[in-house]
Nanobody
């Protein structure tokens, strides 16, 4: 997969918007399902959103559904997480993850153990 490098994190006020990016150096980027996970202090890493190889299918955790949007640009080898109406409970380190999947794969991968490749994470802090 090569490197996954997240960016875009920072300190924002509750209700604001933020867009995270995850850039890949892999030539096979379009063969990977991509996902965002997050880990808050003292808590386990949790699923946020995933997107299929083509970008045609997305799935979200209930906690972010309707507020966050995942998208990808295969030409730029980048996946994005648009975070709107952020809340204090969205404060966490956000990780990008990648997993090669078969073209016919339709089931969303929502567990961290299903992903082999990870970025280093980017901190998002929401102040209330």
């Amino acid at each position: 997969q090569g490197q996954l490098v997240e960016s875009g994190g920072g300190l924002v006020q509750a209700g604001a918007s933020l867009r995270l990016s995850c850039a890949s150096s892999s030539y096979g980027f379009s063969s990977y399902a991509m996902a965002w996970f997050r880990q808050a202090p003292g808590k386990e890493r949790e699923f946020v959103a995933t997107i299929s190889r083509s970008g045609g299918s997305t799935h979200y955790a209930d906690s972010v559904k309707g507020r966050f949007g995942i998208s990808r640009d295969n030409a730029k080898k980048t996946v994005y997480l648009q975070m709107n109406s952020v809340k204090s409970e969205d404060t966490a380190v956000y990780y990008c993850a990648a997993q090669p999947v078969h073209p016919t794969m339709t089931m969303p991968l929502e567990n961290d153990y299903e992903y082999d490749y990870w970025g280093q994470g980017t901190q998002v802090t929401v102040s209330s």
